[in-house]
């Protein structure tokens, strides 16, 4: 069979990511695929990540930032119109981590850059990160991807995968942050297309030739369930590790502090210490609050149903701290 080729028209992190994952769960032992897309405003955690503990998810709602969870592990990053991202997708026979490396190393080169292999599955230009890679297998099949920073908005970068200033008692697989660099900062008349279309070459070069690949709408139909499941909150956030989460507030009326224990991102626990005249306020609260996702609007609805007062101010502090 001929090496296929694929770069997708959309810029929806869920689509591309299902898609990504489709292609692992779909293509023949005796295929590969280069499959390249870009992400509009995304942040993309590792499989057994917590996105409390990696993101700001309060600026991310703000900006309207995709939360994004890949069935890779590996660290968090952000994804912009400046980022392409690559995968190369493979039956275990054709599979060749080195291989796929010096593609996109000679791809880089061919541009200009020197760069360079770290052994931590990262690739360097003068000592510096520009693309992180990570891998997963089902079956026979094979499936390597990364990003490359070609002109990505470093300060939206810095703010989105900066820890929720909440206090945070976490379990999940941190992320190593690195020193990162735009490829643009080698080459300022850098673009997308460019690279694409070197990336394209080195394939060549380096496997044979190759066919241009399009979902048919069999593909796109079949594809449908897998974004669903990318989009889900049971996706995205009720697969994060056990973790616990400090609120406190103080109101005119006395001070609030929340405890929740957190399992599949639901409260399986909420402790409540107040220091208001209400002897009953912890417990209604606590009550309320149990079993709820941990989620500001859902939280803050189940607290609204109690007509006392107190609890009203919790439920609109809740909901302001876009958990």
Same mark, same amino acid.
């Given at each position: 069979?001929?090496?296929?080729?694929?770069?997708?028209?959309?810029?929806?992190?869920?689509?591309?990511?299902?898609t990504?994952?489709?292609?692992?769960?779909?293509?023949?032992?005796?295929?590969?695929?280069?499959?390249?897309?870009?992400?509009?405003?995304?942040?993309?955690?590792?499989?057994?990540?917590?996105?409390?503990?990696?993101?700001?998810?309060? /600026?991310? =709602?703000?900006?309207e930032?995709?939360?994004?969870?890949?069935?890779?592990?590996?660290? /968090?990053?952000?994804?912009?119109?400046?980022?392409?991202?690559?995968?190369?997708?493979?039956?275990?026979?054709?599979?060749d981590?080195?291989?796929?490396?010096?593609?996109?190393?000679?791809?880089?080169?061919?541009?200009?850059i020197?760069?360079?292999?770290?052994?931590?599955?990262?690739?360097?230009? =003068?000592?510096?990160?520009?693309?992180?890679?990570?891998?997963?297998?089902?079956?026979?099949i094979?499936?390597?991807?990364?990003?490359? %920073?070609?002109?990505?908005?470093?300060?939206?970068?810095?703010?989105?995968?900066?820890?929720?200033?909440?206090?945070?008692?976490?379990?999940?697989?941190?992320?190593?942050?690195?020193?990162?660099?735009?490829?643009?900062?080698?080459?300022?008349?850098?673009?997308?297309?460019?690279?694409?279309g070197?990336l394209?070459?080195?394939?060549?070069?380096?496997?044979?030739?190759y066919?241009?690949?399009?979902? &048919?709408?069999?593909?796109?139909a079949?594809?449908?369930?897998?974004?669903?499941k990318?989009?889900?909150?049971?996706?995205r956030?009720?697969?994060?590790?056990?973790?616990?989460?400090? %609120?406190?507030?103080?109101?005119?009326?006395g001070?609030?502090?929340?405890?929740?224990?957190?399992?599949?991102?639901?409260?399986?626990?909420?402790?409540?210490?107040s220091?208001?005249?209400?002897?009953?306020?912890?417990?209604?609260?606590?009550?309320?609050? &149990?079993?709820?996702?941990?989620?500001?609007?859902?939280? /803050?609805?189940?607290?609204?149903?109690?007509?006392?007062?107190?609890?009203q101010?919790?439920?609109?502090?809740?909901?302001?701290?876009?958990?």
């Amino acid at each position: 069979m001929p090496n296929l080729f694929y770069l997708s028209h959309s810029t929806d992190g869920w689509q591309n990511l299902a898609t990504d994952e489709w292609l692992l769960d779909n293509l023949a032992p005796d295929e590969m695929i280069l499959y390249c897309y870009i992400n509009r405003n995304a942040v993309i955690i590792g499989k057994n990540q917590n996105p409390w503990k990696e993101c700001n998810l309060g /600026a991310m =709602e703000a900006d309207e930032v995709q939360l994004v969870r890949r069935i890779t592990g590996g660290g /968090a990053v952000y994804h912009d119109m400046g980022n392409l991202n690559f995968s190369f997708i493979a039956g275990e026979d054709l599979y060749d981590v080195e291989k796929q490396m010096n593609t996109i190393l000679q791809t880089i080169r061919m541009l200009g850059i020197p760069c360079e292999f770290s052994g931590r599955n990262d690739l360097l230009a =003068e000592g510096r990160k520009f693309s992180g890679n990570a891998f997963c297998k089902r079956g026979k099949i094979c499936q390597h991807h990364g990003t490359l %920073l070609i002109n990505s908005d470093m300060s939206r970068l810095q703010h989105y995968l900066q820890v929720d200033p909440r206090k945070l008692q976490a379990k999940g697989v941190e992320s190593v942050r690195s020193r990162v660099c735009n490829l643009t900062e080698f080459r300022q008349d850098l673009t997308i297309p460019m690279v694409v279309g070197t990336l394209k070459q080195a394939f060549r070069k380096t496997y044979g030739d190759y066919t241009e690949w399009v979902p &048919t709408t069999a593909d796109e139909a079949a594809m449908a369930p897998y974004r669903e499941k990318h989009s889900s909150w049971e996706w995205r956030v009720g697969q994060t590790p056990a973790f616990d989460l400090e %609120l406190d507030r103080r109101f005119d009326w006395g001070g609030v502090q929340i405890l929740l224990t957190s399992r599949e991102g639901s409260v399986e626990k909420a402790e409540v210490f107040s220091d208001a005249m209400d002897p009953e306020l912890p417990a209604l609260v606590q009550g309320l609050l &149990t079993g709820c996702r941990v989620d500001s609007q859902q939280m /803050a609805q189940a607290l609204s149903r109690c007509e006392n007062q107190q609890i009203q101010d919790i439920a609109a502090w809740i909901r302001q701290e876009r958990l």
